[in-house]
């Protein structure tokens, strides 16, 4: 009985001391291991991270140089845009690559470099952000960043001329990163 009384006593007072601790801080995106080519210029500052879940269409088609070869060519993505709690924020699609957030801002972007990533996976990139269209979280932005990509890259099914015309959906997740001026 003493002894049950001690743990009990013991227990609470952990509790007690956890219940006081403040929460962790999130831990802010660092871009040290990227490759150079996909950093973004120093005087940016991160504004959003998001992970974007979703797929990628790609379509069999004739190359444009060389006739009578084929060759998967990149259609369009569609992808939800979550936060780093897995809630739904936005979401990325195109051509052109749009993001845009819940709250109805959105922008575009021409990309500035790609670098490696993992095999089967989607380069990282780095997008150089045109001015949003509406108010809201992508208002300021002036870089997005793809980083951490799972997946995405053109089906290893043949393409060739009895597939031509034929359209594969690939999944694919990766973080995106907003970056805006100081």
Known sequence: MKSTLILSAAA???LSACGSMSPAKPMMFSQAALPDA???????KVTMETVGVGEITYECREKQAAAGQFEWV??????VLNDRSGKAVGKYYGPPATWESMDGSKLTGAQVAVAPATPGSLPLQLVKANPAMGQGAMTGTSYIQR????GGVAPASACGMD?????EIVKYQADYIFWAAM
């Not at 980083?147 to 799972?150: D, H, M, R, S």
């Not at 597939?163 to 359209?167: D, R």
Request: overall charge positive.
């Open 12 to 14: 609470l007072s952990l």
């Open 74 to 79: 990149f259609v369009g993505p569609v992808a």
């Open 38 to 44: 996909v950093k973004v210029p120093t005087g940016q």
């Open 147 to 150: 980083v951490a990509t799972k």
């Open 163 to 167: 597939s031509k015309g034929k359209k």
